[in-house]
């Protein structure tokens, strides 16, 4: 079981949009329409921002978007504004009823 | 509005079990809409996934700790538990529990806790 494939960095400018790609293979993220996602500010607990590869929980703004397309899923972050400078990190159920976290996606406002 | 906290020893010693628990309030453990799961973080790293559990006791682990990671529950206490054996330094992480509604993504989060292997 690897982790999912993120870019290790991705970066914006305020105001305008940024994708993050999530990476896996057919036995986790190309199988299951269970991909998730997660803001994680410095110090803190992740937070869930995106659920069933597009969904957004209740206070999530949405500004942050989700899709997948076969093994690789995306994060699209747009209106990009200083607060959303954080760590990104997606997270596939895989087979044998396991979970497989993403690499990680350090996103800098310039 | 769940809440979940860890507890337990912020330093254990190489080849030891380390030991944490996670108290849940706002809901009961054993209502049956949550799975309840380990999660942790190395200095620096990305998150793993170590294991989650049901309140009926039925368990999922991590292949890659399987052979060393045991997650229980107490439903009385409102809480679930975990030990992972035989620890090294490569186990210094921030460990997190939290709570997800079935297969779906992890909706609440402790605010973790930070354990140390180091003699």
């Known amino acids: 079981q690897s982790a999912l494939t993120q870019p290790a960095s991705v970066s914006g400018s305020p105001g305008q949009s940024i994708t993050i790609s999530c990476t896996g293979t057919?036995?986790?993220?190309?199988?299951?329409?269970?991909l998730s996602w997660y803001q994680q500010h410095p110090g803190k607990a992740p937070k869930l921002i995106i659920y069933?590869?597009?969904k957004r929980p209740s206070g999530v703004s949405n500004r942050f978007s989700g899709s997948k397309s076969g093994n690789t899923a995306s994060l699209t972050i747009s209106g990009l504004q200083a607060e959303d400078e954080a760590d990104y990190y997606c997270?596939?159920?895989?087979?044998?009823?396991?979970?497989?976290f993403g690499t990680g996606t350090k996103v800098t406002v310039l | 509005q769940l809440q979940l906290q860890e507890s337990g020893p912020g330093l254990v010693k190489p080849s030891e079990t380390l030991s944490l628990t996670c108290t849940v309030s706002g809901g009961s453990i054993s209502s049956g809409s949550y799975y309840w799961g380990w999660i942790r973080q190395p200095p620096g790293k990305g998150l793993e996934w170590i294991g989650s559990?049901?309140?009926?006791?039925?368990?999922y682990y991590n292949p890659s700790l399987k052979s060393r990671v045991t997650i229980s529950v107490d439903t009385s206490k409102n809480q679930f538990s975990l030990k992972l054996s035989s620890v090294t330094a490569a186990d210094t992480a921030v460990y997190y529990c939290a709570g997800h509604k079935g297969d779906i993504a992890f909706d609440y989060w402790g605010q973790g806790t930070q354990v140390t292997v180091s003699s």
């Open positions: 559990i049901y309140y009926t006791g039925s368990t």
């Open positions: 069933e590869v597009s």
């Open positions: 057919s036995s986790d993220v190309g199988s299951f329409n269970l």
């Open positions: 997270c596939s159920y895989a087979t044998g009823s396991t979970y497989v």
